[in-house]
């Protein structure tokens, strides 16, 4: 298994980004998603004209991840200086709490910030009784 860093996640996040189809926002967005066992998912953002049917990158990159069996992740590298929205944050919640999640602006500032961090006092697994 390779290690990949920081800078590899986001630029495959960047690469991603080129891909989204963002015909009525034209805010290109891409997510590259780490998981536990060093496999990265990457997804572009897919606009619809009905904004409801619309798929984010990183919701988007989370499927693609379950459906290989996934369910422990490091780290999430968001294009374009954004970090999820907070449906996006709540799906990933569902799975790490402590996930890092790491984006980069066009002069290339990183900020990273917790999932805990961006969705504080978060309703998951344990809230739901069994």
């Given at each position: 298994m390779t290690t990949i860093d920081k800078n590899q996640l986001l630029?495959?996040?960047?690469?991603?980004?080129?891909?989204?189809?963002?015909?009525?926002s034209h805010e290109p967005k891409g997510a590259a998603l780490l998981a536990d066992n060093g496999k990265v998912y990457v997804a572009a953002c897919v606009e619809n004209a009905a904004w409801g049917a619309a798929i984010c990158a990183e919701a988007s990159a989370l499927a693609a991840a379950v459906a290989d069996g996934q369910r422990k992740f490091k780290m999430l590298a968001v294009a374009n200086g954004r970090f999820p929205c907070g449906t996006c944050l709540q799906s990933l919640r569902e799975f790490e709490l402590k996930l890092e999640i790491i984006t980069r602006t066009a002069d290339g500032t990183v900020t990273a910030r917790t999932l805990e961090q961006l969705l504080p006092n978060s309703f998951g697994p344990s809230h739901v009784p069994h």
């Open positions: 630029d495959a996040a960047q690469r991603a980004a080129k891909n989204s189809y963002v015909d009525y």
